[in-house]
């Protein structure tokens, strides 16, 4: 607490300060150039980055396994010298993504006070880490109003996601304009139900598509009103916008009983008790889920005449989507560099440092660079943009303003912005959301808190990005990487489609000339490999869809062999997909990449000889149980299977999951909704039914 309040206390001090005084944000940034060496005897990192000597500290670097470790470990430290280059040497672990840093710090005499800045550089380093069967789950929140004037879009972005791996769903919920704790509520419930149904072990995003209820929070802790994150009080103090809400599956911790309209300006961020908009100024709990949303709805400056704001909204949707999928497909293309435009020159958070030091990894140091917003990108494109000045709704200082954003385009795939009032996305006009209109396919408010984009330069997605930097801690000591105010409160978004990631221009071919054929009860698969340099490619991984049913991987791991035999079948048309598993340069390493799949359809016939029987294990944890309950499924071969809870007496009390098993799930059920009492788990599989108890204890 006494952090967020030094933090509010200090924005006057950082209103009045000298320019002169303050060091510019790339100061703060230390580039990493990443060169990798695989010998007979182990892979290394040799890390080069430019001495500044300003920084009279030893610099610290510090390295992660990006999947498995928390928090950053030291490897060594570099002591000061003269200019020039200096380098550090890493042992790496192949088959890994490890995030190694460089961080260090300096001090300035600020209006006669001792400022100390610090300064650092990210890197992600892949030496080959694998590629999953599938990118991961997607679920399409999809407003109901918008599932009719947009089924050819929405249809293309399902054919995208499933080109690129993505396991997609739908659900339909309710369209509301104003502020509904009811929708919130329902698209909430919506929400959870398709996590739990799938298996947990998948990373899965949620993208909100079309006016999907906004749900509120903030802005309170312990007792205290806090100061919103733009600075503004007590006009622009209340509840915020806050998606992240639906990317956390527990409700636990969130609270809806205090009063906050003192000098609150707008209806939205009125709050009171029991209304439906939360008190919290921090995520309860980590969340789980990657969100984004793309939502046009109130954007009445760019409603032309003679059209309806409804109108508008549409039309706005579906040219979104037409750059989303000429993004994907590489016919939109974006010159590789970034801009960044500050217009906060004299605060020393030094905004502008999300770029300086995020972009770098990603397009090179020598591709960014200082440039003004408009006319920039109206008249040419870069793959990313950050700009920072004093704002408001739908205006940032040296940004532009509406009518700038409403009369040019935005040329830049991934950018953020910063100001006052407008991270208050859900306004009329807003000047996030109107970016997003203009041209950009994804927007974040980056300052409080700082985004650090670097993991994207590995294949992350903006929306693991998002997740990530609502995760980041909000106390003192805790932070991953160098720390900024307002880091882990609710209001942090993601506008934009969670699933894009940063194009290397080097998509993996499919295999060519799939053949698929029956032989008795076995189906046949060969391929001829991709017109690909052999070293390049790993292996195949090959996928079956039943009739109904969902797609799964045959292969748990990528095959070497151009062939596969399918021993388990069912009578009816059968789909049968193969994706080369190729490796990928990065800026900064290897990764693996699947690629488009290879596609062939057949119709099995019967035959009197059925199926083997699948053999399977069946876990409950923990039991007895209290809340979430979560079953493991473990099958020694692909077979449908069905979990259900069970009263004593047989009632049905609910299903934890319905699904395809190719090996082993970990799914979950909340057992909150059941009484305390025996229950069992019940799982029938192929003919076979297995039972344990289940004991729920209050």
Known sequence: MQDVQRWSCGLLFLCS???AQVPPAQKVAIPIEVQLDRSASGTRAILRWQHDSEYTDSYTVIFRNRATDPQFFVAGTVPPGSGGMFSFELPLVDGTLTEVGVVNRFVRTINNQQVQ??????????????????????????????????AAELAQLEDDLDREGWRISRTIVPR????????????????VAWYRRGSLDEPATVFLIGRVAVPYSGLYYQGQYITPPDGHNPDHRGAWPCDGYYGTISESGWSDAIADTAGVVRQENRNLPGDGKFDNVFFPSPLQLRIGRVDFYNLPRLTPQGSTDRQTEIALLRDYFARDHAYRRGTALYNWSALIDDNFKTYPELFARSGWISFPPIVGRGNVREEKWFPTLDTSSRLFA??????????????????????????????????????????????????????????????????????????????????????FSPFAGQSVYVSSAAQGWIHVALLGDPTLRVRFDQDVAPPRSLAVRQDGRRIELSWEPPFTPADSIVGYYVYRTLPGGREVALTPEPIAETRFTDSYRVEGAVRYRVRTVGRVRRPSGVSWELSPAAESQIVTTNVEEGPENP???????????????????????????RVDIVAFDG????????????????????ARLLPAGTYFIRMQSAGQVITRPLVIVR
């Open 117 to 150: 800045f610090a300064a650092a550089g990210y890197s992600c380093i892949a030496t080959d880490p694998p590629a999953m069967p599938f990118r991961g789950r997607v679920l399409l929140v999809l407003d109901s109003s918008i599932v009719e004037p947009l």
């Open 615 to 641: 053999r399977i294990a069946l876990e409950v944890v923990p039991n007895p149980a209290s809340d979430d309950v979560k079953v493991a499924l473990e099958v020694s071969l692909p077979t449908m299977v």
């Open 17 to 19: 300060v000298l320019a």
């Open 386 to 471: 950050y700009g920072c000045g004093a704002g408001s709704y739908t205006s940032a200082a040296g940004i532009g303003n509406i009518n700038d954003f409403a009369t040019r385009s935005v040329r830049a795939a991934f950018t953020m912005l910063f100001g006052s009032y407008f991270g208050d996305w859900d306004s009329q006009n807003n000047l996030m959301r109107i970016n997003l209109a203009r041209g950009a396919l994804t927007c974040a408010w980056s300052g409080r808190p700082v985004w650090y984009l670097h993991p994207m330069a590995a294949g992350e997605t903006i929306g693991d990005i998002a997740m990530m930097v609502q995760n």
């Open 651 to 670: 009632r049905q009390m609910g299903c934890a999951f319905d699904g395809y098993v190719v090996d082993r799930i970990t799914t979950s059920w909340d």
């Open 176 to 191: 509301a304009e104003t502020f509904n704790a009811t929708a919130v509520g329902r698209t909430k419930d919506s929400i």
